[in-house]
C-alpha cells in the first residue's frame, strides 16, 4: 500500500504462528485508509480470552506470530521502461487471449492506479495467450532441451514475466531451481509459439528459498478475516509456513494473551492456513481477488512496517490449474519484505487480492533477490473459506 498516510480503526494484539490483519479501506485516492490491523505473536501454545488493547496512533485489530530473522539479497531492479523495452510491442493475436483474461482487464482498466494502463494490460495478454498455449501443447522447441518435460508440466513449473536484468535483461519463462554447480542464471532454450507469432527464451535460475516466518515464527502477518464455508466459522487467514505444525485444532497463542485454533493448512504445497478466533465485531466486507496477475502489476504489501509500495514481475499459471491443491501457483515480486511479514496480504491498490507474502528467493551466486507470495485466490479455494477485509 504505497503512499498510505495514516489508518484509523482499533487494534487487537493476538500472538500465534502466523500473522498481521490488515483491514483497509481506501478512502481517497492512495492516501488515507480506514480500517483494522490484526497482528499475531507467539512461541507457546495457551488457552486465553482475547483482549482488545488500544495504540496510540493507530486504531486497528492487531495478530502477531514469531518468527527468524533472515537478511535479504539485493532487490531486482524494477521500472516500466525495462518492461516497455523487452515486452512485445503489439497485442498477442486476436483470440489468442482466454476470454475470462480479456474481462478482468476491461474491469481493472477504468479505475487502476498505474502510470500506463495499456502497458500492463499487454502485459498481462501475453502472459495469459503463452500460458494457454502452453497447455495447450502448442509450441515448439529451438534446441529440444528438456524434452522429457513435456508442454503441460511445463505450464505448472514456469513462471511468466520479466528476467533480473542484473542476471539477463529479457521477458520469457523462469524455471526456478535449487543450487547446483551450473551457471546461476542459465538461457537453455528458446520456445516458439506458433500461434502467438513469436519466441521467447526460457532460462533456469537457481535459487535458494527464505521463509519470513519459519516453525516457531514471531511477528509474522496475517492476511485478513476469513469465513469457513462448511461450518461459518470465523478466523484469519495466514502463511502456512508460520504455523509449527498443521494438525487441526492445533492451538495457536493470540497476543493479546488468548488463543485460536488451526482449523485447517494445506502447507505443504499452499502456503495457506485458517485459524479460527473470536468473531469480528462488525461485519467485515466481502474481499475480492485478482484473477490473472501479471509482469508489472503495481501492489502493496501489508508489511508489519507498514503498507509497502511492489511491483508484480513474473507469475505462475492461475488459469485452469488453479483449483488444485497439489502444486502451489506462485507470484513474485521486485522486492521481498522481511522476516515477520509472512502471510501479510498483497493487494491491488483498488483492493483486490492477489497474494499471501511468503519470503524471499535469493540466487547463492548473484545475490539478486525477487518476493515470494502465494497466489490468493488458490489459497482462499484450497482452505474452503471466504475472504474478508
Not at 543450487?179 to 538461457?187: L, M, T
Request: aromatic content about 8%; some cysteine; hydrophobic content about 40%.
Amino acid at each position: 500500500m504505497a503512499d498510505l498516510h495514516g489508518c484509523t480503526g482499533r487494534l487487537l494484539c493476538i500472538s500465534a504462528p502466523g500473522g498481521c490483519i490488515t483491514r483497509l479501506h481506501r478512502a481517497s485516492a492512495s492516501r488515507g485508509y480506514t480500517g483494522r490491523l490484526l497482528c499475531i505473536s507467539a512461541l507457546h501454545i495457551c488457552s486465553a480470552r482475547l483482549r482488545c488493547a488500544s495504540i496510540a496512533t493507530t486504531n486497528a485489530r492487531l495478530i502477531r506470530f514469531s518468527a527468524v530473522n533472515a537478511q535479504a539479497g539485493r532487490a531486482m531492479d524494477y521500472s516500466d521502461a525495462y518492461l516497455r523495452e523487452f515486452l512485445p510491442k503489439e497485442n498477442p493475436p486476436e483470440g489468442s487471449v482466454p476470454a475470462e483474461v480479456e474481462e478482468e482487464i476491461h474491469r481493472w482498466r477504468e479505475h487502476a492506479e498505474l502510470a500506463d494502463r495499456e502497458l500492463v494490460a499487454r502485459s498481462t495478454r501475453w502472459t495469459y495467450a503463452m500460458f494457454a498455449a502452453l497447455g495447450e501443447g502448442q509450441i515448439q522447441r529451438t534446441r529440444a532441451a528438456f524434452a522429457p518435460l513435456g508442454a503441460r508440466i511445463l505450464a505448472r513449473s514456469v513462471s511468466i514475466g520479466l528476467f533480473d536484468p542484473a542476471e539477463k535483461p529479457g521477458f520469457g519463462l523462469v524455471l526456478d531451481v535449487p543450487p547446483w554447480d551450473g551457471p546461476a542464471f542459465d538461457v537453455f532454450d528458446e520456445i516458439r509459439f506458433p500461434r502467438l507469432g513469436l519466441s521467447f527464451p526460457i532460462a533456469l535460475r537457481q535459487s535458494e528459498t527464505t521463509l519470513h516466518a519459519p516453525p516457531h515464527p514471531a511477528n509474522a502477518t496475517s492476511a485478513c478475516w476469513a469465513r469457513c464455508n462448511k461450518n461459518a466459522v470465523w478466523g484469519v487467514l495466514t502463511a502456512g509456513h508460520a504455523l509449527s505444525g498443521n494438525r487441526p485444532g492445533r492451538p495457536v497463542r493470540l497476543a493479546g494473551g488468548g488463543t485460536g485454533s488451526l482449523l485447517r493448512s494445506w502447507y505443504q504445497p499452499i502456503d495457506a492456513a485458517f485459524v479460527t478466533t473470536q468473531n469480528p465485531q462488525t461485519m467485515p466486507a466481502a474481499l475480492p481477488a485478482l484473477g490473472f496477475p501479471a509482469a508489472g502489476q503495481a501492489v502493496r504489501l501489508a508489511s508489519q512496517s507498514g503498507p509497502q509500495p511492489r511491483t508484480i514481475v513474473r507469475v505462475m499459471d492461475s488459469m485452469g490449474v488453479l483449483h488444485t491443491r497439489e502444486f502451489a501457483v506462485l507470484l513474485f515480486l521486485d522486492q521481498p519484505g522481511k522476516p515477520g511479514d509472512s502471510g501479510a496480504l498483497t493487494q491491488m491498490p483498488t483492493g483486490e487480492a492477489v497474494g499471501i507474502y511468503k519470503g524471499a528467493m535469493t540466487s547463492p551466486q548473484t545475490g539478486s533477490s525477487v518476493g515470494l507470495a502465494q497466489n490468493f485466490e488458490q489459497a482462499a479455494y484450497a482452505l474452503d473459506i471466504t475472504p474478508y477485509l
